[in-house]
C-alpha cells in the first residue's frame, strides 16, 4: 500500500490510476469482487481473455456478479463452476483465508487450464476479494507428456516381460526337448545298431574287419555312457583324445597302459590329463582325477 490510510481503499476508489496500472502489469486474469459476488474491477489481461473469448457483454465484466455466473453454469463446466462459487463464498464468508483451484477452460482453438486463487483484501474496509486465474495450460502439457511417456515406458516393460516370460517358456520347452531327442536316440541306438554289431562280432571275421567292429562298438558306447553325457551336461568341451582318456583314467587304467591302449606316447597321455584336470577345474586343487571322474558317472 502507498502512504494513505488503508481506509481510503475501498469500491469507490479501485480505478485509482496507480492500483490501476499494478492490476494491469499482472498477468494473471483478475476480477475484484465484493461479499456479494459482484465484479467491481478487472485488469487488462481479463479483459483480453473476455475478447478472445467471445463473452457476453461489455469486456471488463463489471457489474456481472460472479457467483451467479457460476451458480447458472450448466454443461461440461457446471461442475467447476460450483466448487468454484462454493469456495469463493467460503473466503468471503471467513471460513478460510484463500482457496485455490485448477480447471479445463477448453476453446474450439484448442485445450486450456487455469489455475484460480480467491483469497481477501488485506485492508480495513468492506469485504474484497481478488480472484486471480492464471494460465497453466504449458504446465498441464507437459504433465499430459510425462504420464503418456510413462505410459509408453510401462507398456514397453510389460512387453519385455511378456517377452522374457515366453522367451523362458520357450527355451525351457527346448531343454526339454532336447532331452527327449537325446533319449530318442539313445534309445534307437540300443534298439537298432547294437544288435547288428552284436550279429557282427559274433560272425567270423578278419583281424582288420574284427577290430574295426569293435572298434565302432567302442565308440557307440562311449557315446551313449552317462558318464559323457554328465560330461556334456556340464558343458565342458573335450577332444575325441581326451574323452578316451577319460574313460580310461575312470576305469583305473595308467597312464602305461592308457598309452598302449591308445597307441599313444606317455608324454602324450601326460599332456592330456593335464588339459583334463584344467577343463574340469582341478588344476590348484588335490583332488585325484580318477576320484572326480568317478563323482560324474
Known amino acids: 500500500m502507498t502512504n494513505r490510510s488503508k481506509k481510503e481503499l475501498d469500491s469507490n476508489n479501485l480505478t485509482d490510476p496507480f492500483f490501476k496500472t499494478a492490476l494491469n502489469s499482472l498477468s494473471a486474469h483478475i476480477a475484484i469482487i465484493n461479499e456479494n459476488g459482484d465484479i467491481l474491477e478487472t485488469n487488462r489481461a481479463w479483459h483480453k481473455f473476455a475478447d478472445t473469448s467471445q463473452m457476453n457483454g461489455a469486456l471488463d465484466s463489471i457489474g456481472i456478479n460472479y457467483l451467479t455466473v457460476c451458480d447458472v453454469a450448466s454443461g461440461d463446466d457446471a461442475q467447476d463452476a460450483r466448487a468454484v462459487a ?3 463464498r467460503s473466503v468471503i464468508h471467513g471460513e478460510i483465508e484463500e482457496f485455490l483451484y485448477d480447471y479445463p477452460c477448453h476453446s474450439p482453438q484448442g485445450k486450456h487450464w487455469y489455475y484460480m486463487r480467491a483469497i481477501r483484501m488485506q485492508y480495513d474496509g468492506p469485504v474484497l476479494v481478488i480472484v486471480s486465474h492464471e494460465d497453466i495450460t504449458a504446465l498441464k502439457l507437459a504433465e499430459e507428456a510425462l504420464k503418456r511417456h510413462e505410459k509408453e515406458l510401462e507398456d514397453q516393460k ?9 522367451l523362458k517358456v520357450l527355451l525351457d ?7 527327449d531327442f537325446e ?8 534298439e537298432t545298431v547294437f544288435p547288428f554289431i552284436q550279429k557282427l562280432k559274433n560272425t567270423p571275421l578278419k583281424s ?8 565302432i562298438d567302442a565308440n557307440l558306447n562311449q557315446i551313449i555312457s552317462p558318464f559323457l553325457q554328465k560330461m556334456a551336461a556340464l558343458e565342458i ?13 575312470k576305469e583305473g587304467k595308467t597312464s602305461k597302459e592308457i598309452a598302449d591302449v591308445m597307441t599313444i606316447s606317455e608324454a602324450t ?20 582325477l580318477r576320484t572326480y571322474l568317478l563323482s560324474l558317472s
Open 158 to 166: 510389460q512387453k519385455l516381460e511378456d517377452t522374457n516370460i515366453a
Open 183 to 190: 533319449q530318442q536316440v539313445l534309445g534307437n541306438i540300443k
Open 173 to 179: 520347452r527346448r531343454s526339454v526337448d532336447r532331452k
Open 269 to 288: 597321455v601326460h599332456f592330456h590329463r593335464k588339459n583334463l584336470r584344467t577343463k574340469l577345474g582341478l588344476k590348484k586343487k588335490q583332488t585325484n
Open 86 to 88: 462454493e469456495g469463493i
Open 237 to 249: 568341451f573335450l577332444t575325441p583324445q581326451e574323452m578316451q582318456v577319460a574313460s580310461l583314467v
Open 208 to 215: 582288420k574287419e574284427k577290430a574295426l567292429v569293435e572298434m
